[in-house]
């Protein structure tokens, strides 16, 4: 999905109210801040103030939301989103040109570079969101998808930082160019969409799932499975907001401060006491993207 449709993705809908805050904290592994808050002029800036990206921090924060990945998905959302993470110390970043992108010919040797550049900067912990999808771009794109994944990991090896995988309708795909590259020692599948047998292919590889809301959508039980036989070290929780919004508020527009719902999710479909949950998501995050602290070092 490009920016501009991803930005008019966001307007569907009224903002949900906040829930119930978590009795400790979590983080939101994956978010578009950029696209939640409407995206980018035509010029390349943001439209967002500061101080509207700092009021939608704070607003998640209040639920027990504080920290957050801020993830981009072209050369202009990743400057801003390592911009971001520059600023503000609640925030950490991940660079990328989509898959999506890569398949329009934009993963240019130019865009790739400045993506390496971006990577070796100290509050940029992640490479991703990269990887295929074998949904929105058809097979003219594919080749183009796959020889920007194989650079993207190249990438994160390079600098010693996690891959977030997007993987949409191409598991067996992911997991081959991940046994060509050799895939980094933190290995993320964002918005994890395999089922029990998906999962436990990644699990034995020592890869980390994250779930998001589809997590809670009725005609996921498949993922509940995934997520239950999951263990407790290798769950991440996120939003991918603004998609991909929680039931009871699905179509409305999703933000790091519905995290919680997903999260009383997971606890019920694991079994786990949630305040532990939370604790290991947390530890499991720092694990994955290093500590927040603003004098952290990258690893």
């Not at 504080?66 to 801003?80: A, E, M, N, T």
């Not at 401060?257 to 479909?269: C, F, I, K, M, Y």
């Amino acid at each position: 999905m490009s920016r501009s449709a991803a930005s008019r993705a966001n307007k569907r809908g009224e903002p949900p109210p906040s829930p119930e805050p978590l009795p400790a904290p979590a983080i939101d592994s994956h978010t578009h801040l950029d696209i939640v808050l409407d995206g980018f002029r035509p010029d390349g800036g943001p439209t967002s103030t500061d101080a509207d990206v700092d009021a939608e921090i704070a607003a998640a924060a209040a639920v027990g939301v504080p920290r957050l990945v801020q993830v981009g998905v072209d050369v202009p959302s990743s400057q801003w989103s390592a911009a971001l993470a520059q600023r503000h110390p609640n925030v950490l970043a991940a660079v990328a040109l989509h898959p999506n992108e890569a398949g329009e010919g934009k993963a240019t040797a130019e865009a790739l570079a400045e993506i390496d550049r971006l990577a070796a900067l100290p509050r940029v912990r992640a490479v991703g969101e990269t990887g295929l999808d074998r949904y929105r771009t058809g097979p003219d794109g594919w080749a183009a998808q796959e020889e920007s994944f194989r650079a993207h990991i190249r990438i994160a090896k390079r600098h010693g930082i996690a891959l977030v995988i997007h993987d949409r309708d191409a598991h067996e795909e992911i997991l081959r160019v991940l046994e060509d590259e050799g895939a980094p020692e933190r290995t993320v599948f964002h918005c994890f969409s395999g089922d029990a047998a998906f999962a436990k292919a990644c699990v034995q590889r020592g890869y980390v799932l994250s779930f998001a809301g589809t997590l809670t959508f009725g005609n996921a039980g498949y993922l509940r499975e995934a997520a239950a036989l999951t263990p407790l070290d290798q769950l991440l929780v996120e939003t991918d907001s603004p998609f991909l919004t929680p039931v009871p508020l699905r179509g409305r527009p999703n933000a790091s401060r519905l995290v919680p719902h997903t999260v009383r999710a997971l606890a019920d479909v694991t079994g786990v006491d949630l305040v532990r949950l939370c604790d290991a998501l947390t530890a499991n995050a720092e694990r994955v993207f290093g500590r927040w602290e603003a004098d952290a070092p990258r690893r």
